[in-house]
């Protein structure tokens, strides 16, 4: 079965610093990969995510994130972090296996604070 | 109006009640899922549905039961609810081949006393 994992429960970053969060899975074929951020209160936002093809992928509020086959990583990368980027964020890898499964498996989530 | 709307917001009950959480979509989505969240472990998979006559079981479906009452309307019920069911719950729509991105409502807050 698939898993996600995030080795970080919190992260602490200064405003305007870069930003890193790792994400590791394990898949048996490629994987349909996703970031989301939560704000408190609120649902799950989209940041981006992977399917195939380039493996920097772009996505909302300026965070991109690369796909490394070797490494079963999907890390999130921010160039420089606002107080407005705390938030609960979360990776997950697609249970679609073209046998019928469908949904997410999350990894438990990365907390990110804003030092300004 | 938001795409996907669950009801209600917030709820306490008791132990041993019958609980309806709903969801409603207006994105025209044929997949619905329902997930929870508990603090630390992320979001599990409940139960997800790809069309009205078709519904799975999730990782974690136990206890639960789940009824796709139109292509737009997915409800999750707890048939007689308990203390560790206390979680924020989420229901999220995706259209299409499996894999695609997932569209995800507020959530529900359920406190089981």
């Known amino acids: 079965a698939q898993s996600v994992t995030q080795p970080d429960i919190h992260i602490t970053v200064s405003e305007g610093a870069s930003l890193e969060l790792r994400c590791n899975y394990s898949y048996g074929a490629t994987p349909y990969l996703f970031w989301y951020v939560q704000s408190p209160g609120q649902g799950l936002q989209l940041l981006l995510k992977?399917?195939?093809?380039?493996?920097l992928v772009q996505g909302i509020k300026g965070f991109e994130a690369e796909f490394k086959r070797s490494q079963s990583s999907f890390n999130l990368r921010k160039p420089s972090v606002h107080w407005s980027d705390a938030a609960e964020y979360f990776c997950a890898v697609g249970r679609y296996s073209g046998g019928g499964a469908d949904g997410l498996t999350f990894g438990k989530g990365t907390h990110l604070i804003i030092q300004p | 109006d938001a795409d996907v709307t669950q009801t209600p917001r917030n709820r306490i009950t008791k132990t041993g009640k019958r609980i309806m959480l709903e969801c409603s979509q207006t994105k025209g989505h044929d997949r619905m899922y329902w997930y929870r969240q508990d603090p630390g472990l992320g979001l599990r998979l409940i139960y997800y549905?790809?069309?009205?006559?078709?519904?799975n079981k999730g990782e974690i479906s136990d206890g639960y039961s789940v009824s796709r009452q139109a292509q737009a309307k997915f409800s999750l019920s707890l048939e007689s609810a308990i203390p560790n069911q206390t979680a924020l719950y989420f229901c999220a729509t995706s259209h299409g081949t499996g894999g695609q991105p997932q569209h995800f409502g507020d959530g529900t807050r359920l406190s089981i006393l």
């Open positions: 549905s790809f069309d009205v006559k078709d519904i």
């Open positions: 992977y399917f195939s093809g380039d493996t």
